[in-house]
Nanobody, 123 residues
Framework: QVRLVESGGGSVQAGGSLRLACAAS????????MGWFRQAPGREREAVAT????????YYADSVKGRFTISLDKAKNTLYLQMNNLKPSDSATYYC????????????????WGRGTQVAVSS
């Protein structure tokens, strides 16, 4: 009964910032891996940033390293993605995701998904 609800998307100019939030329920934080994926038109859904809740170890796609930060506030049951210095190539639908293992998450196997939130970055 995992439920993930994203918010915080919007339209910004290149160089701007957005903070995405994912309200989560039904997650065992001692076991689950969570993360953010994005999908642009005509492209595969790709992992942007992931974290294994049990260790807190984050992983980032090369394209967002140094610009995006993933964090999990367990007290608020919310996963965040702080996105700074946004580029037009960051435009996509961003999805919150959760799986029982990091491998399952990054391989998109047995993943629970949110409905997504739109991010549009103009030049």
């Amino acid at each position: 009964q995992v439920r993930l609800v994203e918010s915080g998307g919007g339209s910004v100019q290149a160089g701007g910032s957005l903070r995405l939030a994912c309200a989560a329920s039904g997650i065992d934080y001692s076991r689950y891996a969570m993360g953010w994926f994005r999908q642009a038109p005509g492209r595969e859904r790709e992992a942007v940033a992931t974290v294994y809740a049990g260790t807190g170890t984050p992983y980032y796609a090369d394209s967002v390293k140094g610009r995006f930060t993933i964090s999990l506030d367990k007290a608020k049951n919310t996963l965040y993605l702080q996105m700074n210095n946004l580029k037009p190539s960051d435009s996509a639908t961003y999805y919150c995701a959760a799986a029982r293992t990091w491998v399952e998450l990054v391989r998109k196997r047995a993943v629970d998904w949110g409905r997504g939130t739109q991010v549009a970055v103009s030049s």
